[in-house]
């Protein structure tokens, strides 16, 4: 694997009028690996798809995916478990 697989890049749309892109990556890097300007990103962390999933469930206003509307969500995750399947050669 490269040290960064882009899965997608999610823009959000006019149904939940919300400013954001969210990018999801699999990546081969440590958090302290990252160098960001803090005026352009707010936060970096890793999030695994069963935890995204349990988010999504209890609505946590604390990731802008929650809003996302099901047919997204669940696109996006499937692309996840597709990758994770492709990469424990599953």
Known sequence: MELIDVIDIHKSNEK???FAYNFI???DYKIDDYILQKEEVA???YVT?????LA???N??????CNWDDDDFY???NLLKNKR???LGE
């Not at 798809?49 to 999933?53: G, L, Q, T, V």
């Not at 946590?60 to 995916?65: A, E, H």
């Open 16 to 18: 939940n009028k919300r």
């Open 60 to 65: 946590d206003s604390n990731y802008t995916f």
């Open 56 to 58: 999504k469930k209890n």
């Open 75 to 77: 696109r996006e995750i």
């Open 25 to 27: 990556f699999v990546v």
């Open 85 to 87: 399947k492709q990469i």
């Open 43 to 45: 936060e970096v962390k």
């Open 49 to 53: 798809i069963e935890e995204m999933e």
